[in-house]
């Protein structure tokens, strides 16, 4: 089995309040930018073969420098994203469609991940991988912990209380047959439309394709705010204590 991965990683970070210019992708966490986690992962993934990596242009020396530096070998190409993350994942896609016509080879899947998730672990991207080859597609979700209540026509008021036992919270690498999501994105591409996320393109361009639910636990974190931080730290010191991950003195 042979699949690819597309990392976004050009988020600015808004919400995590950070001075001009700066990403959180680079933010450290246990000594090390959020993105080497992510990388790293993807490395040990055996499922994986190449990874795409789009981000901010100003971004684009320093992470192939991390890639030399730390032995990333899976990582084929690091590209300018565009002006919204769909736009940096169709960047991506662009390039391995243009490997496929020239090596005449396509990827039995193609995984589209976060870069601020840095708390994936290689298994569960072996694991997302295969169900979307055997499926078509997969994506990676949690229960939600909170009640989660609809907002009423007057935005003051709650209206209806959802059934929480039917809900899940999305995350990523949500993998899908490599066909399938490239002719999601060219679709959306043409039509000007964009969607919080991967799947919900697939849903609406091939309304027949079953999403296959992967449950993950709870480590597996988007890096949003400043107080996801500390968080964070807490899930690295459990995942090294595990022996999931390595620490920087192992390293």
Not at 128 to 145: D, E, F
Request: glycine share 6%; proline share 4%; charged share 25%.
């Amino acid at each position: 089995m042979s699949s690819y991965a597309i990392i976004a990683a050009g988020g600015v970070g808004k919400r995590m309040k950070l001075q001009r210019g700066l990403s959180k992708q680079l933010l450290e966490i246990g000594g090390y930018p959020v993105i080497y986690h992510t990388l790293s992962a993807f490395e040990r993934a055996s499922s994986i073969t190449a990874v795409y990596v789009a981000t901010k242009s100003e971004g684009i020396e320093l992470l192939k420098n991390m890639t030399d530096r730390y032995g990333f070998t899976k990582v084929r190409a690091v590209i300018t994203g565009g002006k919204e993350r769909q736009d940096s994942v169709y960047n991506c896609i662009e390039l391995i469609e243009k490997h496929i016509l020239d090596s005449g080879k396509s990827p039995d899947a193609i995984l589209v991940h976060d870069g601020a998730r840095p708390f994936i672990q290689h298994d569960e991207i072996d694991e997302i991988a295969s169900l979307s080859t055997y499926y078509g597609a997969c994506v990676p979700a949690t229960k939600p912990k909170d009640t989660i209540k609809y907002i009423a026509e007057n935005p003051d008021f709650f209206g209806e209380t959802l059934d929480r036992s039917r809900l899940l919270q999305v995350q990523t690498p949500q993998g899908f047959a490599s066909k399938t999501l490239i002719q999601a994105h060219k679709h959306a591409r043409l039509e000007q439309c964009y969607a919080t996320d991967d799947a919900a393109l697939v849903e609406k361009f091939f309304p027949e394709q079953n999403i296959k639910i992967y449950e993950t636990g709870y480590h597996n974190i988007k890096i949003t705010t400043p107080e996801d931080i500390p968080l964070a730290e807490a899930i690295l010191a459990k995942l090294q204590a595990q022996q999931k991950l390595p620490s920087r003195e192992q390293s």
